[in-house]
């Protein structure tokens, strides 16, 4: 019962996938790119959820095609009414999302803001090093943005990249 129940269990898995996977297109295509976005904590807290229901209705036995799919629609129904509110009502969008955090300027870390975010100096220069940069003295501003992600802003007229290995190997060390 490990590698094989049935074939009739295959089958089930097969056409619930597939009709699942249409449901899924179909539903995209009427609530918009939106509906899996995730520009907001909310937008991948939703994302989050249509994935986990879109797996358990394939793999679960007990899960209906109806009941998932009536799942779905609340909670695509649900995001499009807050986003359509987020996006006409300026106090409903402060309600629904944080704002943009310095965590970094030209004067250096702003200790008090990492600290309130939980995000720590080696998280950040780790973020800049991804980025393509050997470390903050390329970088105007580090931001850490309402979605989770954080943004480096270079100074004007710098360019992006690493020098060369040796000077790397200096910094980091």
């Known amino acids: 019962m490990i590698f094989f129940e049935s074939w009739f269990e295959i089958f089930r898995v097969a056409v619930s996938a597939v009709v699942i996977y249409f449901v899924c297109i179909i539903f995209v295509n009427v609530f918009g790119k939106r509906s899996t976005a995730t520009m907001n904590n909310f937008d ?15 793999l679960l036995k007990k899960v209906v095609i109806l009941e998932v799919t009536t799942g779905l629609l609340v909670l695509l129904s649900l995001q499009y009414i807050f986003t359509l509110l987020s996006s ?22 702003i200790t008090q803001n990492m600290r309130r975010e939980r995000i720590t100096i080696e998280e950040v220069k780790m973020n800049i090093r991804q980025k393509g940069y050997v470390d903050e003295s390329r970088i105007s501003a580090v931001i850490f943005e309402p979605n989770g992600q954080l943004s480096i802003l270079p100074k004007p007229g710098e360019e992006k990249g690493i020098e060369d290995s040796d000077n790397l190997s200096a910094k980091l060390s």
Not at 48 to 58: E, H
Not at 88 to 109: C, E, I
């Open 44 to 58: 991948w807290i939703v994302t989050v959820a249509v994935g986990s229901i879109l797996g358990s209705s394939v």
């Open 88 to 109: 006409r009502f300026k106090g409903f969008d402060k309600l629904m999302k944080k704002n943009p955090v310095l965590l970094y300027s030209k004067s250096g870390y």
